[in-house]
RNA sequence: GGACAGGUGGCCGAGCGGCUAAUGGCAGCAGACUGUAAAUCUGCCGCCCCUUGUGGGCUACGGAGGUUCGAAUCCUCCCCUGUCCA
């Protein structure tokens, strides 16, 4: 069977030596105006068409929906994390479930982050060293040690499609001093990671269940967002994620950095850039060639009754929805917004009815995957650079 | 009819002589949230005025009097509520 000119796996990352996985990567189409870039990655969980959304999913359930609406939304991919799973139930339990898509009862492709942002968000429960990072879990106060062998090897035994390097996420300011002190840690890690991965896989004898991508960090500095991102590629990942973004920069410094770093990351592998955004940044990023985003802002805000549509911003709770009968998004074509009114979502909210977390939740997730596809389709048919200026421009607002 | 207990800002409920426009909680209003320590967090929340400030004025702790330099807090009477006894 003969491979599309661009297609990549980890069999061609050095075939000679390493088995290869089911993991492949081909771009089939490309914007003409800007680096946007369709594609399609294979994994062992499905196929999964970029550009594309993740929900996050750390615990194992992506907040407040089922895995039946998750499909039902056609999300092709979730994320998982694994300080948080290795701490809650524990990957031996979820190994002895067979891995977490049995455990989750999901068999569509998984993601998984590799502890590496609670390297950033819990900053007073951990310590970082050249040759670990301890936590204090935010559970008991138990003390834990992550070394990046140690988190690919959790990740390998959760059976993630996708695993990534143990990293340290850089904080928002970072000199670059210190920003490069964390970059050159970072990548230290990576190969670290890498050489475990292979470890791992050797042993399996070509059985690999995912791949492993690296990350690029550097702050907010561009030389080392490039320096690290040639080093990365030295070592050699399936698919390569740029961190530390939106970490408190502004905006154009974040796409700045996702810039600098895509200049020195090959083109027939995915870009992931991690954690990211609000809905207009989508967009934005993949007019930089980025491949793959994940965030939390739909889940956590439509937890929080912040709903995004089309036009805008929408807070649920407000005052004025108190007995407005029309949907969230005329426009939007979600169950939500086929069947219940903003009256009703605000009520269920006021109420602190549990419906009202989910409905919202089902409804922004629809928004960004819908939003994906939309991206995907213009990038296919032309159009994306005018469909980019629209949907920026509109997506901003407050919904009337 | 009698004996206790009690009446505090939209609600519940602290306070029991000055530090009290009055702790908290709820409700209400608004804001935040970016590889999830998040169904979380923050602010406002008597009325009026302005040169928007550790600014000024007014009204407020059931009602009416009183004691005191000063009362939500002490005293008297009245009204109301709850529990118990007849």
Redesign the pocket.
Known sequence: MSQPAEASGAGSVDSSSTPSTPFQFEVIDRDNATKARLGRMRTAHGVVETPVFM?????GT???VSQEQLEGLDARIV?G?T??LYLRPGEDVIGSMGGLHRFMAWDRAILT??G??????????RKLTEEAVEFQS?LDGSRHRFTPERAVEIQWLLGSDIS??L????GYPAGEVMARQSMERTLRWARRSRDAFDRLRAKEHGAAPGTLFG?V?GGTHADLRAECAQALVETGFDGY?V?????GEA?PL?LAMVEAAEAHLPPDRPRYV?????PE?LPRYVALGVDMM????P???G????LFTSCG?L?I????F?ADSRPVDESCGCFVCQRYSRAYLRHLF?S?E?LG?TLNTYHNLFFYLDTMRRIRETIAAGGFASFLSEFVHRVQG?VP
Not at 55 to 59: K, Q
Not at 243 to 247: E, K, L, P
Not at 317 to 320: D, K, N, P, T, V
């Open positions: 929900p996050v999913g750390t615990a992506v907040k407040a994320l994390n300080y948080h982050d590799s590496g942002y609670q390297v950033y968000s819990m900053a007073g429960l935010h990534m390097v990293d340290e996420c850089t990350i960090q994620a961190g530390g973004v939106s970490v905006r974040s991690m954690g990211v955004g609000f940044e994940d965030c939390v802002l889940t956590r805000n937890r929080n009754g912040y911003r807070r709770r407000q005052a004025r108190a006021i602190g549990m977390r407050e």
